[in-house]
Each structure stands twice: as structure tokens, then as C-alpha cells.
């Protein structure tokens, strides 16, 4: 078994980005200014699967946006920080009121301000279009981009490395 699967199995908190992690990163504003994002559906069927495993799930994010709380609400996801743009702060602050070490997190960021959450979590996580310096200090880099899929990419990941990949297949066969 690999130091990485090893890690994987530890995981007992998840905590996304958002804007390149959960959306594709772009910020639509309609002509009355209101802000928009866009989802990827799929990604919601892999975290709930998470979420059923025991998985505790969060997101961390730099800005406030109201579209964020309704997609958490929807999704189930346990904790919800915005506005903080030191990420591993609330990550360590966030693993400490839950009574984990960092090293039972996994964080997936895509950007400098999820540089060192990505480094010092237990399993760090990040995308195509992610800058190179946090592609670089991740244990994994998805495939599938940003908004496209891979927050399922790493859902599944971590449902194998788990041993309950199958279980999550089954109950849609």
C-alpha cells in the first residue's frame, strides 16, 4: 500500500476552495451586478457519497457570496468559511475545533492563497488550472479541471482508498 493511500484512508475532514475548485473559477456579474456561479453537478453526487462515508466536508474561500452558502446548504457540506484569505489558518483553526490534526485533512486548492493549506494538509489536492507553485506542493493533481469535475475526481479517489468505491457504485446499479 502507498504512503499516499495510507494518508487517503486517514482522511476524516475535506475542505475545497471554491472559485477553480468547485466553479471554473469565473465570476459572471448579470446586468443588475448580481454575482453567478456555476456548479458542476457531478461533483455534488461524489461529496454527498463522502458525506455518507462519515467524511466530515467544508469549504474555505476568500470571498463572500451568498451563491456559496445556498450550494453548501444544498449539498449538505458541514462548514462554510468566507472571506478569509489565509486558508491554512481556518484550516488549522477549523481541524482544531473538530479535534483532527491537519494531517487528517485534505485540501484542495488551486491558487497562492491555497498554497500552504495544500502543503500541510495530510492530502493536498490540485487542478490543471491551478498555478504551477500549488500544482507543485499537491499530492495529487486531477485530470479534469476545475469546475469540471474534479472535486468528483478526488471524491472517488478517496471512496477507493476507502474501500467503498463499490458500495458507492452499487446503490446506482
Known amino acids: ?88 489558518t481556518a484550516l488549522s483553526a477549523l481541524a482544531d475545533e473538530l479535534g483532527l490534526s491537519v494531517g487528517e485533512c485534505m485540501y484542495m486548492g488551486d491558487d497562492l492563497p491555497d498554497l500552504k493549506a495544500v502543503r500541510e494538509a495530510g492530502v493536498g489536492v490540485s487542478v490543471p488550472n491551478g498555478c504551477a507553485e500549488t500544482q507543485a506542493a499537491a499530492d495529487i493533481v486531477t485530470t479534469k479541471m476545475g469546475g469540471h469535475g474534479a472535486v468528483r475526481e478526488v471524491c472517488e479517489q478517496l471512496l477507493k482508498a476507502k474501500g467503498v468505491y463499490d458500495a458507492f457504485i452499487a446503490q446506482y446499479i
Not at 455534488?44 to 469549504?59: F, P, S, T
Open 1 to 88: 500500500m502507498s504512503d499516499l493511500t495510507k494518508r487517503l484512508q486517514a482522511v476524516k475532514l475535506f475542505v475545497m476552495d471554491v472559485d477553480g475548485i468547485l466553479s471554473d473559477g469565473q465570476i459572471i456579474y448579470d446586468a443588475n451586478g448580481v454575482e453567478t456561479k456555476a456548479f458542476y453537478v457531478q461533483d455534488g453526487v461524489g461529496l454527498k457519497a463522502l458525506k455518507k462515508q462519515g467524511i466530515i466536508l467544508a469549504i474555505i474561500t476568500g470571498r463572500n457570496s451568498p451563491m456559496v452558502a445556498r450550494r453548501a446548504d444544498e449539498l449538505g457540506i458541514d462548514h462554510v468559511v468566507q472571506g478569509r484569505d489565509d486558508k491554512f
